[in-house]
């Protein structure tokens, strides 16, 4: 379960204003493909457009190719409600539903969308991704609490589990560690490198180390200035971008000396 | 170089002891008294009212002279806030005790369970049994109308409305928060007069007349509970794959479920007060009507309204049906409140 996205020339919008431009992008299937960048560089909007979360926002849009498994997803007939069910996504903030007790929000992609399932299934599936992501020993006896009930970083692997539960191809991930103490990223982190053996997965992240402890690929995305579109710099093998970037501009961003 | 401050203890401050506030509003309750013995003798409103501006002062200069500026500033702005919220709180109580205390007369399970057939005249018996169920009619069909018009309403303006028409929208519905409930009433009322001409008289123009009322106030409330729901939780159900639909139905709403119930219990309470509306189109009876569609209908407030131009023993039925009324209203909350406990996220309790 996992698919490779060949991204070309995709231009992002926010209404009039260009966001994003030009990012042409191989991502490759069952590997973490990390996103770095100083802030406001359009490192999560480029995220978002990949499973059309981008348009979700009033007036934004997307033009050029994403193509997956031979299908652009943003070819004509192409329902972004059938491209997010394959391609998943995690939040910057912990977002499991207030309402829903910690069985159903893993279960969520199920019962929002009015199927019906068999009770033993349904066991099985919440155990499943429960266990895939790290928090089946934690919550087990308590599967009928609120989601609201668990530490940030608990939450966090409850929305990684709830993702999962709708077996996507690729996930993407938007900072899932920058609301978290270094214990809960440090089991975060182990679990990316996990999943990336059935998964595809994108990560933005702020911070470096992360970045080059858990992807094989990154890209540096930069901005020439505020009001300006944010650009893939370069991209390449992780080992690569941290010893021997070809850009100046990444160099200086990896080593800390801007942004 | 900089100048640096030398580093100064913390100091202690003297306070008041605690007794000290009351001791002042005794001291000043008794001094306004005192003062009234001049006059014409005290009375209960007089010596509060002067004992208050006695008491805001005194507590003031006290603290000043003992606590220091600050704490006098605090003590002076508590008195104030205190004050305001005894004064907002005394037509509140005083309501409720002349109601009560005027309406307990006839009030009763007969009352409750009587109408006003055969009784004319300075005869004490009679109820409000019509204008009960009338009132629930009326409310009943205002309330079918107006809460989902409201509630779907709500949802376009919300979720789905941009640009010139949500915007238009938006304008109407505060223009029409503000319409005199008379302009209403007249407007069902020529309504139904242009579709069936002069002679139709049903409890269902009434509810019209209600709904042009209670929609807005329901559209209000409803979308400012929508617009309190966290975007993260819809992006987290479209990131699901969830029509957006489904997410309005089963995660918006259903977050926001409990604001929603309270919302339209308030536009309920908004409207089964009305009078003049219900004055002009569905009148008034003597004998239950149990047919919302065909002949006049007696209600709580034209009921009081009647009982109370009447005078006499009607006067004491006038109040029963007030505190009946306010007795209705006070249910409805309480179904609300336990509504909206039983829907909303645990640890949010």
Known sequence: ?259 | MAVIAPPVPVRRTRRLPSWAPWAVLVGSLVLAALIQFLGEGPTISGVFFIGAIIFTIAITVTSRTVEGERLSKDRLATTLVTLAFLLALIPLVSLVWTVLSDGITRFGPSFLSTDMVGVFGNMVEGGAFHAIIGTLYVTGIASIISIPLGIFCAIYLVEYGKGRLAKAITVLVDVMTGIPSIVAGLFAFTLFLILFGPAYKAAIIGGIALAVLMTPVVVRSVEEMLRLVPNELREAAYALGVPKWLTIVKVVLRTAIAGITTGVMIAIARVIGETAPLLITVGIAQNVNWDAFDGRIATLPVYVYRQYAQGGPSADRAWAGALTLIIIVMLLNLVARLVSRYFSPEGAR
């Open chain 1, 1 to 259: 379960m996992s698919k490779r996205i060949d991204v070309s020339d995709l231009n992002a919008y926010y209404g009039d204003f260009l966001a994003v431009e030009g990012v042409d992008m191989v991502i490759e299937p069952r590997t973490v493909t990390a996103l770095i960048g100083p802030s406001g560089c359009g490192k999560s909007t480029f995220l978002r457009t990949l499973n059309r979360m981008h348009e979700v926002i009033p007036g934004a849009y997307v033009t050029g190719k994403a193509v997956m498994d031979g299908q652009d997803l943003y070819g004509p007939g192409i329902d972004p409600v059938e491209v997010r069910r394959q391609v998943g996504m995690v939040f910057q903030r912990p977002n499991p539903f207030p309402t829903m007790s910690i069985e159903d929000n893993v279960l969520a992609g199920v019962k929002l969308n009015n199927r019906r399932m068999k009770k033993a299934d349904a066991d099985e599936l919440v155990e499943g991704a429960l266990t895939a992501a790290n928090l089946w020993n934690e919550v087990k006896d308590r599967l009928d609490r609120p989601g609201s009930s668990l530490s940030g970083g608990q939450q966090q692997r409850l929305c990684i589990a709830r993702a999962i539960a709708v077996q996507p191809q690729v996930l993407l991930m938007d900072e899932p560690c920058s609301a978290l103490d270094p214990i809960s990223t440090l089991a975060i982190e182990d679990l990316i490198s996990e999943l990336k053996n059935d998964y595809t997965i994108v990560i933005v992240t702020h911070n470096m180390q992360q970045a080059a402890r858990v992807s094989d690929r990154t890209g540096f995305f930069n901005i020439a200035g505020t009001g300006r579109p944010g650009h893939l710099i370069e991209m390449d093998d992780t080992t690569t971008m941290f010893s021997t970037p070809t850009v100046k501009a990444t160099e200086d961003y990896i080593s800390g000396r801007f942004g």
